[in-house]
């Protein structure tokens, strides 16, 4: 298993509340791999942040 990123929804101040490799992401999707609906808006965040 890869870690690809993390989510801390509790996250406050400076603390970093997502990070995601969109690069790991889009090979993993381009393999078959499919994403539960909450990890396609937790991505589509990421890449609005990038």
Known sequence: MERIGFFNPMAQGQAERLRVDL???DHWIGLGAKTSDRVKRL???AR???
Request: charged fraction near 45%; aromatic fraction near 0%; proline fraction near 0%.
């Open 43 to 45: 991505i589509k965040d």
């Open 23 to 25: 690069e790991r992401v």
């Open 48 to 50: 609005q942040a990038a």
